[in-house]
């Protein structure tokens, strides 16, 4: 059974920062790639960014390209956001996820790719 473990999050004030982590377990960490999505109210869930099991490569919706980076521990079977930046329509339910896919140099852009997923953690920015 694979478990992802949230944590981070909060209330900044625009223009400031937070990490979120997202600790997995239950499947060979390097080989999946791994995303994060967000999803605000009324609004449909959006992704954000993505990372190769490998961690040789990422990529970063336009919405948060420059503000946002996505990075993994292996050897601590963690991956992270760091958000920079932020702004009052960062706001929203951010989620991590699984890719199914049992490759390292993957990367998966698409919900559909992920098939386990975080608890999901609040990110509100606002003043």
């Known amino acids: 059974q694979v478990h992802l473990v949230q944590s981070g999050g909060g209330l900044v004030q625009p223009g400031g920062s937070l990490r979120l982590s997202c600790a997995t377990s239950?499947?060979?960490?390097?080989?999946?790639?791994m995303g994060w999505f967000r999803q605000a109210p009324g609004k449909e869930r959006e992704f954000v960014a993505a990372i190769t099991g490998s961690g040789g490569n990422t990529y970063h919706a336009d919405s948060v390209k420059g503000r946002f980076t996505i990075s993994r521990d292996n050897a601590k079977n963690t991956m992270y956001l760091q958000m920079n930046s932020l702004k009052p329509e960062d706001t929203a339910v951010y989620y991590c996820?699984?890719?199914?896919?049992?490759?390292?140099?993957?990367?998966?852009?698409?919900?559909?790719?992920?098939?386990?997923w975080g608890q999901g953690t609040q990110v509100t920015v606002s003043s």
């Open positions: 239950g499947r060979t960490f390097s080989l999946s790639g």
């Open positions: 996820a699984s890719s199914r896919l049992s490759n390292p140099n993957y990367l998966p852009r698409s919900a559909y790719e992920y098939d386990y």
